[in-house]
């Protein structure tokens, strides 16, 4: 099992920037994908960027290309989301998820672990 704890959203103007962290606990954290997702009010739950953990190869939605930027630290057992340029409509609920698949995972049903959510607000 792996535990995921998502901190660090909150509200910011456009144009702003927030950094969310995932804590990890439980099994060997090395051997996962950790992924971001996102899912605003009344929409399906988004990809948002990932990282494989063996390589350290990132990748991300389109939507966030350019502004966003995930990285980790092993030693820390931590994985970051660094979001800049915000917009309105980057407003949701921002999940932490962790996959034992190796590959670049994009899709929810690759994940099987979740943290709880952490909430950043982007206002206009």
């Known amino acids: 099992q792996v535990q995921l704890v998502e901190s660090g959203g909150g509200l910011v103007q456009a144009g702003g920037s927030l950094r969310v962290t995932c804590a990890a606990s439980?099994?060997?954290?090395?051997?996962?994908?950790m992924g971001w997702f996102r899912q605003a009010s009344g929409k399906e739950r988004e990809f948002v960027a990932g990282?494989?953990?063996?390589?350290?190869?990132?990748y991300y939605g389109d939507s966030v290309k350019g502004r966003f930027t995930i990285s980790g630290d092993n030693a820390k057992n931590m994985v970051f989301l660094q979001m800049n340029s915000l917009k309105p409509e980057d407003t949701a609920v921002y999940y932490c998820?962790?996959?034992?698949?190796?590959?670049?995972?994009?899709?929810?049903?690759?994940?099987?672990?979740w943290g709880q959510g952490t909430q950043a607000t982007v206002s206009s």
């Open positions: 439980g099994r060997s954290f090395s051997t996962y994908t």
């Open positions: 990282i494989s953990r063996s390589t350290g190869v990132t």
């Open positions: 998820a962790a996959s034992i698949n190796f590959g670049l995972p994009r899709n929810k049903a690759s994940f099987a672990y």
